[in-house]
């Protein structure tokens, strides 16, 4: 009971209930669908904070109804009772987890890259192990993942991918993989089978294409078609529905050949240049805070935040926060929430 008081407090209940009633208060305007999308970014957050609302008191209802079963002293209401308190255990945990996103943009959808290191075909074929990673875990947190641009290595693995991550909090979690991720195992590629290093860096960006309204003038743009590219089958396309989007005054390149259509392919390649954007406007106010705490961090190649030994031993673990484990199987697998809690912790100095 008090810790999930404790919790109501860092979630701040009373004013999610203020900020939906004010949003509603907006709703029933007249005039609020004048501008189309304010008025589906501000349905959106509503939507969230309902949802959000109702879990709580969810869970307070469900904790009410176990203290009265428990004041009855009834002793064939035990296992009833004992299974209750399992399941608010669990789920208390898991708002937990969630308590610690209190970020702008932690609720939002993610868009996840993945870039080989040099090394040819081991750096892409590690790129290629922590895409299935990736992909696993939003399978396990049932997000919907999709590949929205890839480049094959020429021998296995890949070069670079780019997915788009959809779930309630997926930057939230996400975030804490941004950065170089080190790989330290027996080459399968190696004849004479020695340990290679492997280096993939990871990019996360909130996916705000609904959240904030992000100005490119058509002029600062380049379009092109390309085929997209592919293992081959059915799956190829012989038009042009590929995009390549050119920003020429930041220089970044976008691209998307997953959809089926050149509009769809379109469109999707907009909001990751849109995130892009954004993702460039927030690092560089990152580093004028950091600049004025007199801080510097380097965001370069040389810093990688977590290490994943396979050989001559088992560990991943974490630089940032020292949280390290052995089992390097179920970490491939997709099982990051361990790595993304104590990040979420560290982050925010408390551990709720």
């Known amino acids: 009971m008090r810790r999930l008081l404790t919790l109501?407090?860092?979630?701040?209940?009373?004013?999610?209930?203020?900020?939906?009633?004010e949003l509603e208060a907006q709703a029933a305007q007249s005039n609020f669908w004048d501008d189309p999308r304010a008025a589906q970014t501000t349905m959106q957050r509503l939507s969230e904070l309902r949802a959000e609302i109702e879990r709580w008191q969810t869970m307070q209802k469900s904790l009410d109804e176990a203290l009265e079963l428990a004041e009855l002293g009834d002793e064939s209401l035990f296992e009833e009772l004992n299974g209750e308190v399992v399941r608010l255990q669990t789920a208390v945990d898991a708002m937990s987890f969630t308590a610690l996103m209190s970020g702008r943009y932690d609720s939002e959808n993610a868009i996840l890259s993945l870039h080989a290191g040099a090394g040819g075909t081991e750096a892409q074929d590690w790129a290629m192990m922590l895409l299935?990673?990736?992909?696993?875990?939003?399978?396990?947190h049932k997000f919907k993942a999709e590949i929205v641009d890839q480049m094959d290595g020429e021998e296995a693995g890949i070069k670079s991918v780019t997915i788009s991550i959809k779930g309630t909090y997926a930057y939230g979690f996400l975030q804490?993989?941004?950065?170089?991720?080190?790989?330290?195992?027996?080459?399968?590629?190696?004849a004479n089978k020695r340990r290679h290093t492997s280096f993939v860096l990871c990019e996360v960006i909130p996916d705000v294409k609904n959240a904030i309204?992000?100005?490119?003038?058509?002029?600062?743009?380049?379009?092109?078609?390309?085929?997209?590219?592919?293992?081959?089958?059915?799956?190829?396309?012989?038009?042009?529905?590929?995009?390549r989007i050119t920003h020429h005054p930041s220089g970044l390149v976008v691209s998307c050949q997953n959809e089926r259509s050149r509009l769809q392919n379109l469109e999707t390649a907009m909001a990751v240049l849109r995130a892009r954007l954004l993702a460039l406007e927030l690092q560089k106010q990152e580093e004028e805070m950091l600049k004025l705490r007199g801080e510097h961090v380097e965001m370069g190649w040389g810093n990688q935040i977590r290490s994943y030994v396979l050989q001559p031993y088992q560990m991943v673990k974490d630089h940032r926060t020292d949280y390290e484990t052995s089992q390097t199987g179920?970490?491939?697998?997709?099982?990051?929430?361990?790595?993304?809690?104590?990040?979420l912790k560290s982050r925010v100095g408390t551990v709720v």
């Open 8 to 21: 109501r407090c860092v979630f701040d209940l009373a004013s999610k209930i203020a900020e939906t009633a």
């Open 213 to 243: 309204e992000i100005d490119i003038p058509a002029q600062d743009i380049t379009i092109d078609s390309f085929r997209s590219s592919g293992a081959g089958g059915q799956n190829v396309q012989k038009n042009e529905t590929a995009i």
């Open 330 to 343: 179920a970490i491939l697998d997709g099982d990051l929430d361990g790595f993304m809690e104590a990040y």
């Open 132 to 140: 299935r990673t990736f992909l696993r875990w939003s399978e396990r």
């Open 176 to 190: 804490s993989e941004r950065g170089v991720h080190r790989l330290v195992r027996i080459s399968p590629f190696d």
